[in-house]
């Protein structure tokens, strides 16, 4: 496990600050800038007795490895790493958990956004596979403005086996398909939910399809045959608050 990890952006930083100050060992600050925000970080960071390093923009840039750093960027020690016994917790702890599960989704952007989304439609946890599938780097931990601080990533071995366990807890697996026969307002969504997305472009694989319970789709009234993961996440995941609420 890597011994540092380096963060960025300003809702990255004040989640930090906010939550696990303890993680922070240095701040890289863009020399120049002002605004009330950056003050503020800069301010809370100090009382809690973390370097801070005024620098040109190339430096943080070449920190960043060019992705928009907000004229802030610091080195953390790394944030906890969860794993399917937190997974088991997660749904003894609550008695009508939300999950939601990307099936090989590898674009950090994308990643990023469906943990911001989950986060604020009250999602219990993320499941992701170990392999083939974005983990928490920087640019995950910026695009999620926060929430990569808050809702678990749990990275698991075996997806199909997890769903299969999920099933014997009394979760219902709802997948996301193109060739589901109902789409999203046919369906119920109320209980016990794990919400499983499929990758960009290929979709679910075989055998995460073959473990769902049930199959739905977008209904896609346009030209376009597909959406955005993260854009078709966001829908799903607000459907069934909707059905929660209601």
Known sequence: MAQQEWLYGIHA????????????????????????RLTNIINQARRFGVSIQFCQRKTLDDKAQGEQHQGLVAK???????????????????????????????????????????DAA??????VPKDKSASLTPTV?????????????????????TLKELQQAGVWIVGTAGEAQQDIYQSKLTGPLA????AEGKGMRRLTREHCDELIKLP???????????????????????????
Do not use: W
Request: hydrophobic fraction near 40%; glycine fraction near 8%.
């Open 141 to 161: 931990r910026k695009v999620a403005c926060g929430a990569a601080e808050v809702i678990p990533l749990i990275q698991v071995t075996n997806l199909a086996r």
């Open 122 to 127: 009250g999602v219990h946890a993320v499941v």
């Open 76 to 118: 953390a020690r790394p944030g906890r790493q969860y794993d399917e016994k937190d997974l088991d917790k997660i749904i003894e702890d609550n008695a009508c958990p939300f999950l939601l599960v990307l099936d090989g989704v590898t674009d950090p952007h994308n990643l990023g956004a469906c943990l911001r989304t989950a």
């Open 13 to 36: 930083l004040e989640s930090l600050l906010q939550r696990e100050p303890e993680r922070l060992i240095e701040l890289f600050v863009l020399k120049g800038r002002e605004d009330e």
């Open 220 to 246: 896609m009234a346009g030209s376009v045959s597909s959406l955005n993961v993260s854009v078709a996440t966001g829908i799903c995941l607000y459907e069934v608050v909707r059905q929660r609420k209601t």
């Open 195 to 198: 919400l499983v997305m499929g």
